[in-house]
């Protein structure tokens, strides 16, 4: 069993507003040095046998259909060490 991790995140043209928000927070909360916050999202997909190109394919696949609006999300797959 491999586990392949699936990063989402806007494209950088596309305004993140919870991400805005969530870096205008931080001094408030005491944190310093910090200009700018991106929000994204991650997904663990759990494959039976191994993590061969076919299965990243598969992977790949899924991201595009289900788990990323490509039109305004990027996406990166790789394997959980």
């Known amino acids: ?3 392949v991790i699936v990063d989402v995140m806007l494209k950088p043209e596309i305004l993140d507003p919870q991400g805005q928000a969530i870096a205008r927070a931080l001094p408030r909360l005491g944190f310093s040095g910090v200009s700018a ?3 994204g999202k991650r997904f663990e ?3 039976e046998g ?3 190109e076919a299965a990243l ?3 790949r696949k899924m991201a595009e259909t289900l ?3 490509t039109v305004i999300e990027d996406y990166a797959v790789r ?3």
């Open 1 to 3: 069993m491999a586990r």
């Open 37 to 39: 916050v991106r929000q």
């Open 45 to 47: 997909v759990e494959i």
């Open 50 to 52: 191994a993590a061969d």
């Open 57 to 59: 394919a598969e992977v």
């Open 67 to 69: 788990l990323a609006n």
């Open 79 to 81: 394997v959980e060490d």
